[in-house]
């Protein structure tokens, strides 16, 4: 194998794909035409790729650059294998989901829109009857795919000789799940006397109602936070963002590969996105704006994964600048969503004196979140531990532990929907961690207002120059000599 050549062809293989990905999401085309994608690159996801891959990757020295490059390598082919195996269901999926639409009272709202529109929704039974009617297209019409694609899935992994697909991706990733588990139980054990006291008063002030009146429905306009929109202003929106990239030293104007996706349009995901095309040359930043507080979150997110896209070192190799561990760029992403609830940046960009309200509502959608992903992470190493067959007798466990996490009554139809592939959440989980250590040292070293600092701004150019190259927890121990731990959350809720 002509390893240089495969780097090559993946690098295009993937522009195509997040190409693809971008023109379907954004909504400027309904078709997501991915299977002639994988058709024209069909060479670099055989079985005989991943076997040379697996064997090539074996070759150097642990520690090297060439050993990290090809474990990613070998990652990629066997997500591409799976890939490849699954893309005509995808496609499917994503064409139905695209057209799929809900009837509420004699109107059509788009099954993607349909969670907007809840959470704009200030009539609680309209947003129970908005969940209810998308539940039920999720369960008919889209679980069968659903369910189709996780058992392929967990069968190709078994094919390609690991005991599970958990396995797999532990494997593959150099992930200890076990110990990741180990330190989300213990968040979760460690905020469950708290959570009340934390969420209540929040619970009681946007939406008038306690844990005992809560419905799964009402969530996302609790952390749509509607009574905080004065405070963010739509026309502030991108605005602020570039702004904030000026103090750190960034024209985003200027920075010819980025391009910033705004427009409004019916059929665009709400669910805001970047799509690295090129790293650094060619990356996408998407959202659908709904208003208020979310929309902020959101932008500055998906800025945070643009900005280190798009200041990837240019001369490092594919693997580097495009593949690796996604926990690096989650915490750049939450590292810049995590200024829309710093009250030192809401007073010098946003002009607002919190009185510690909003900080109280972030925080309380916060520990909402996470406690919903320890759950979350909990049930996948369930689902994805089983060895096939099992998969339904899941959805009862699926809601069970995000029952219990949320203290809501969790709708079971989700069991399929709520999962993405190869283990993200804990790229999520890690990503926190990560960040708030990042966050820590940034305040450390520029003070308060390190968003304002050119020098914090070449700090985190050094790190995204860097691409993904090493591990969290080997970025974390070069940055600050620290170890990468969930708990950490604990405290910087205020919460051990
Ligand atoms: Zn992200």
Redesign the pocket.
């Known amino acids: 194998m002509n390893l240089d050549a495969y780097r090559d062809s993946s690098e295009e293989f993937l522009a195509a794909l997040n190409g693809e990905y971008y023109r379907h999401y954004a909504g400027l085309k309904d078709e997501f035409e991915i299977e002639a994608i994988y058709e024209r690159h069909q060479e670099l996801f055989t079985r005989a790729a991943v076997e040379e891959l697996r064997e090539q990757a074996a070759v150097p020295a642990p520690g090297t650059d060439e050993r990290r490059r090809r474990r990613m390598l070998l990652g990629f082919a066997v997500e591409g294998h799976l890939g490849q195996a699954t893309k005509t269901i995808e496609a499917e999926l994503a064409r139905r989901e695209a057209e799929a639409s809900i009837e509420l009272d004699g109107e059509r709202i788009g099954y993607r829109e349909s969670t907007v529109a809840q959470a704009n929704e200030p009539d609680g039974d309209r947003r129970a009857r908005i969940e209810e009617a998308r539940l039920s297209v999720t369960e008919h019409d889209l679980n069968p795919l659903h369910r189709e694609m996780l058992e392929h899935q967990h069968e190709l992994a078994q094919e390609l000789g690991y005991p599970s697909y958990r396995d797999m991706c532990a494997a593959l990733q150099g992930l200890d799940l076990d110990a990741l588990h180990r330190q989300t139980e213990r968040f979760g054990a460690s905020t469950e006397s708290s959570y009340a006291t934390v969420v209540e008063p929040e619970l009681q002030r946007t939406l008038g109602i306690g844990l005992d009146g809560l419905r799964r429905s009402d969530l996302p306009r609790f952390f749509r936070a509607a009574d905080t929109d004065p405070s963010f202003p739509a026309d502030r929106l991108t605005w602020s963002f570039i702004e904030t990239a000026r103090g750190l030293g960034i024209d985003v104007a200027a920075q010819s590969g980025v391009i910033l996706d705004t427009e409004r349009r019916p059929k665009k995901s709400p669910r805001a996105f970047c799509a690295p095309v090129r790293a650094p040359g060619e990356v996408y930043l998407v959202i659908a704006p709904v208003g208020g507080r979310d929309d902020f979150s959101t932008l500055f ?1 998906e800025g945070g ?1 643009t900005e280190h896209f798009a200041n990837v070192d240019p001369a490092l190799p594919f693997e580097f600048r495009q593949l690796g561990d996604n926990a690096i760029t ?1 915490a750049y ?1 939450f590292l810049f969503q995590h200024l829309v609830e710093d009250p030192e940046w809401l007073r010098r960009r946003l002009g607002v004196d919190d009185d510690g309200e909003l900080a109280l509502s972030a925080r309380a959608s916060r520990l909402v979140y996470l406690r919903r992903y320890t759950a979350k992470f909990a049930y996948e190493l369930e689902l994805h531990g089983a060895d096939g067959g099992a998969v339904d007798a899941l959805a009862d466990r699926y809601a069970e532990l995000l029952s219990a996490a949320v203290r809501v009554e969790w709708p079971r139809q989700m069991f399929l929907a709520d999962v993405d592939p190869g283990f993200y959440c804990t790229a999520y989980l890690r990503a926190w961690a990560l960040e708030t250590h990042l966050r820590g040292h940034l305040r450390q070293r520029f003070g308060v207002a390190w968003f304002e600092d050119p020098k914090a701004g070449k700090t985190l150019r050094a790190l995204w120059h860097d691409g993904q190259r090493l591990t969290p927890e080997e970025l974390l121990h070069e940055l600050t000599g620290e170890r990468l731990d969930f708990t950490v959350l604990l405290e910087d809720l205020g919460l051990d």
């Open positions: 997110h994964h989650e992403a």
